[in-house]
């Protein structure tokens, strides 16, 4: 078994989970980087083993089974267990308003923001019991969050689009399920809000950084035995189901 802390992020070829895989890489870990597309995962990791890390590519579409296993089967086989899996890759491919949006753009966010991540961790779970650490970030956004889309005053209330919000909130409902169940098996399970990120998800009208956004993820990526589980977290504190 690997003693060293081992580590998949979906999604890591770019934007916020290319650096949340550089900077827990930076840390220590062997860090599997989750891409779909296996050219542009190519290109990713060619760029961050210029810093002499232990990244690895593993081609991964979280909405095929078959792709699932094969990931499994590669980390399984190269690593034997899994410390942390950080659900990172999502989608954000309408912008209609609830009464509005087109049911094929809410089945395909789903199918990737909340099936996806369901999907993967059914996946890798005998990989992460296989640890002794047992950590599951869930990617989210405080845009799933209903109580705050319940404040006028909220910044972000304009933002009423139905099918990225609510795949964030079917998100953050999976992680207080799951570590309900988990949390006798050890497991560490939580939500984490980047923040309104500048990446291509938004065209870049994002206000903060990649790295100060993983920099959250990695921090809950990488809590202790004491640290918490069923909770929605972001920079500084906590946010409101």
Same mark, same amino acid.
Not at 45 to 63: F, H, M, P
Not at 115 to 120: D, E, L, M, S, Y
Not at 133 to 143: A, K
């Given at each position: 078994?690997?003693?060293?802390?081992?580590?998949?992020?979906?999604?890591?070829?770019?934007?916020?989970?290319?650096e949340?895989?550089?900077?827990?890489?930076?840390?220590?870990?062997?860090?599997?980087?989750?891409?779909?597309?296996?050219s542009?995962?190519?290109?990713?990791?060619?760029?961050?083993?210029?810093?002499?890390?232990?990244?690895?590519?593993?081609?991964?579409?979280?909405?095929?089974?078959?792709?699932?296993?094969?990931?499994?089967?590669?980390?399984?086989?190269?690593?034997?267990?899994?410390?942390?899996?950080v659900? %990172?890759?999502?989608?954000?491919?309408?912008?209609?308003?609830? $009464? /509005?949006?087109?049911?094929?753009? *809410?089945? #395909?966010?789903? +199918?990737?923001?909340?099936?996806?991540?369901?999907?993967?961790?059914?996946?890798m779970?005998?990989l992460?019991? %296989?640890?002794?650490?047992?950590?599951?970030?869930?990617?989210? $956004? /405080?845009?799933?969050?209903l109580? *705050?889309? #319940?404040?006028? +005053?909220?910044?972000?209330?304009?933002?009423?689009?139905?099918?990225?919000?609510?795949?964030?909130t079917?998100? %953050?409902?999976?992680?207080?399920l799951?570590?309900?169940?988990?949390?006798?098996?050890?497991?560490?399970?939580?939500?984490?809000?980047?923040?309104?990120?500048?990446?291509?998800?938004?065209?870049?009208?994002?206000?903060?950084?990649?790295?100060k956004?993983?920099?959250?993820?990695?921090?809950?990526?990488?809590?202790?035995?004491?640290?918490?589980?069923?909770?929605?977290?972001?920079?500084?504190?906590?946010?409101?189901?």
């Open positions: 078994m690997n003693p060293k802390r081992i580590a998949l992020v979906t999604g890591a070829n770019k934007g916020i989970g290319k949340t895989a550089a900077q827990l890489s930076s840390k220590g870990l062997t860090v599997y980087l989750g891409s779909r597309d296996k542009r995962g190519e290109a990713a990791l060619s760029d961050l083993q210029k810093q002499d890390r232990d990244i690895r590519l593993v081609e991964l579409d979280v909405t095929a089974a078959t792709s699932l296993k094969k990931a499994f089967d590669q980390i399984h086989s190269e690593s034997g267990k899994l410390d942390i899996l659900n %990172n890759a999502g989608i954000a491919i309408d912008r209609s308003a609830p $009464s /509005e949006v087109p049911l094929e753009s *809410l089945r #395909n966010t789903f +199918e990737t923001n909340y099936f996806g991540a369901v999907a993967t961790t059914r996946e779970l005998p992460l019991r %296989n640890s002794d650490f047992r950590v599951i970030v869930n990617v989210s $956004s /405080e845009l799933g969050s109580a *705050l889309h #319940n404040a006028p +005053e909220w910044s972000f209330a304009g933002v009423n689009i139905l099918a990225y919000n609510s795949s964030k079917a998100l %953050n409902a999976f992680t207080v799951l570590a309900k169940e988990l949390r006798p098996q050890g497991f560490r399970v939580n939500s984490v809000n980047p923040g309104y990120t500048a990446t291509d998800l938004n065209q870049f009208r994002g206000t903060g950084t990649v790295q956004a993983a920099a959250v993820i990695v921090k809950y990526a990488l809590i202790g035995a004491d640290g918490p589980t069923g909770g929605f977290f972001t920079t500084g504190g906590t946010l409101p189901w």
